[in-house]
């Protein structure tokens, strides 16, 4: 599997202005956010506040080049709020956070626009003339090369989540942001896209931060799974099974048991 890193913190700004989907301006800011990381996401003692109310206190976390990691937590703990720092859509923070300057994001809504067509919904944001090949080989990698033409609301939900798969995808990140990207699909279209997800990153090779609430779908897909609470990581395992990873393996049965019980789930 290639990495694809390390990068040069040369390397070109990256092409795109859209804040759901990708990175935005290159550099380091004065509030600590930077995006010329050697990793693809270094973070120390990041605390952010809504007024009186700390979300996260403290935190710190390293991702590794190409290391898929899911984020655990319970509702309201602050994994969409980081998600939102990593992607320097939220620079209201105090603590260093460096990132990948290429990075890109996809949410739990595809957030498509309707009144474009999905192939310039794939590019929207990159620079220069619009390349229309360059949409069309991420919407086929997706599976969704009979799907360029259309207008989104033509779309099913999980046509609608591959195509907001390709719009992060064709910014080849070194850092792709998943907050809860299968959890409005049917329970078998999200078994499909899981498993395109996972197809996706073994070709890429792109670290992987992946917001999930189902520990399943964490320990199937990821190298490494976290759970945060207080503010903070409170727990930090690998996640070591042979891949295809079976479920029903007792030390998979066993690692779900131990997540939970670290959700509070017994
Ligand atoms: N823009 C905001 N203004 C005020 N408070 C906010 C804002 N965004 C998030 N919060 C608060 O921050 C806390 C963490 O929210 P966040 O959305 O990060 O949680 P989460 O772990 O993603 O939850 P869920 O699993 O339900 O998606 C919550 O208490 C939330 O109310
Ligand atoms: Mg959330």
Redesign the pocket.
């Known amino acids: 599997m290639a990495t694809g890193f390390p990068r040069s913190v040369t390397e070109s700004a990256p092409e795109t202005a859209n804040p759901d989907t990708a990175a935005p301006a290159a550099g380091p800011a004065d509030d600590g956010t930077a995006s010329t990381a050697a990793l693809p996401a270094t973070v120390r003692g990041l605390t952010?506040s809504?007024?009186d109310?700390t979300?996260?206190d403290g935190l710190d976390l390293d991702i590794q080049p190409g290391q898929f990691v899911a984020l655990l937590?319970?509702?309201?703990?602050?994994?969409?709020?980081?998600?939102?720092i990593l992607a320097d859509l939220?620079r209201e923070i105090t603590g260093e956070v460096q990132v990948a300057q290429r990075r890109a994001v996809a949410f739990?809504a595809p957030r498509l626009l309707p009144w474009k067509r999905v192939w310039r919904n794939v590019i929207l944001g990159l620079r220069g003339k619009p390349n229309r090949a360059r949409a069309v080989a991420a919407l086929e990698e997706v599976g969704l090369g009979h799907r360029v033409d259309v207008w989104p609301k033509v779309l099913s939900g999980g046509e609608a989540q591959r195509a907001s798969l390709a719009r992060a995808l064709v910014r080849e990140p070194d850092l792709l942001l998943l907050?809860?990207p299968f959890s409005a699909l049917d329970a078998l279209t999200r078994l499909k896209v899981q498993a395109l997800v996972g197809e996706l990153w073994q070709r890429h090779g792109c670290a992987i931060l992946l917001?999930t609430?189902d520990v399943e779908e964490a320990l199937l897909l990821a190298d490494r799974v976290l759970v945060?609470n207080d503010g903070g990581i409170v727990h930090d395992q690998l996640v070591e099974h042979p891949r295809p990873r079976d479920v029903s393996a007792p030390a998979f049965v066993a690692q779900r048991a131990e997540l939970l019980s670290w959700l509070g789930v017994h």
């Open positions: 952010k809504f007024g109310n979300v996260i937590g319970p509702s309201g703990c602050g994994k969409s709020t980081l998600l939102r939220d739990q907050d809860e917001v609430h945060m």
